[in-house]
């Protein structure tokens, strides 16, 4: 699988960005999907993720209620909404892609380029 991210860029606290990830490669529909994110200094943590047909969705107790995770299998997209930004959701956004949520939490095999977030205050 085959991922490209997009839709960083530098916004205000309490602003919206939505990031889109385009999956090609394989069948898109048949992986669940997830962000991470990795701010300067620190690991790369989990975000959110989506299971393969959408119908469950997962987050970081730090971005519940601010970002939304969905996904288009007919564009062979996934997307994070994520609202009320702050200087702490400042990181560079990795894609990812795994058989289950399991596995993308722990060891995802395949990732994208990340994109730059920046939240000024």
């Known amino acids: 699988v085959q991922l490209q991210a997009s839709g960083g860029g530098l916004v205000q606290a309490g602003g919206s960005l939505r990031l889109s990830c385009a999956a090609s490669?394989?069948?898109?529909?048949?992986?669940?999907m997830g962000w991470f994110r990795q701010a300067a200094g620190k690991d790369r943590e989990f975000v959110a993720a989506?299971?393969?047909?959408?119908?469950?969705?997962y987050y970081a107790n730090s971005v519940k209620g601010r970002f939304t995770i969905s996904r288009d299998n007919g564009k062979n997209t996934v997307y994070l909404q994520m609202n009320s930004l702050t200087p702490e959701d400042t990181a560079v956004y990795y894609c990812?892609?795994?058989?289950?949520?399991?596995?993308?939490?722990?060891?995802?095999?395949?990732w994208g380029q990340g994109t730059q977030v920046t939240v000024s205050s």
């Open positions: 990812t892609a795994a058989p289950n949520i399991g596995v993308l939490q722990s060891r995802s095999p395949y």
């Open positions: 490669g394989r069948t898109f529909s048949g992986y669940a």
């Open positions: 989506i299971t393969a047909n959408g119908g469950n969705t």
